[in-house]
């Protein structure tokens, strides 16, 4: 049984893809963090974005049921992209009030 040129093109632009993306992340990676940047200063950029990524989930949920947009394939990932971010700031939040919890506990 012969695999199918569209066949092998496809895992070819797949594995292109994942190449430029692992590329991406490997120059994201290895710039160095700001100086001078605080926790807080990271954790409102990072507040911020996931606001940015909820109203773009609205704005986007709103066009798709007008019937302004037919992309449910865009709507999808979006969707998915900010129910990850919310929940990986839950999971932060979480994390941030346990270890306060635990360091109210502390005696000194």
């Known amino acids: 049984m012969a695999i199918s040129p569209v066949a092998i093109s496809a895992y070819k632009n797949a594995l292109n893809s994942a190449s430029r ?3 991406k992340v490997a ?15 990271t954790l409102q950029s990072s507040i911020e974005n996931v606001n ?6 609205a704005d986007m949920i709103q066009s798709f049921a007008s019937g302004e947009t ?9 969707l998915q992209k900010a129910s990850l971010a919310m929940g ?4 932060v939040r979480s994390k ?3 270890t306060y919890k635990e360091l109210v506990k502390m005696q000194f």
Do not use: C, R, W, Y
């Open 27 to 41: 120059d994201s990676l290895a710039k160095p963090a700001k100086p001078g940047q605080s926790f807080m200063d």
């Open 21 to 23: 993306i692992d590329a």
């Open 96 to 98: 941030v009030m346990e």
């Open 88 to 91: 990986m700031t839950t999971a």
């Open 70 to 78: 037919q992309n449910v394939h865009e709507l999808m990932i979006h």
């Open 52 to 57: 940015a990524m909820e109203t773009k989930k």
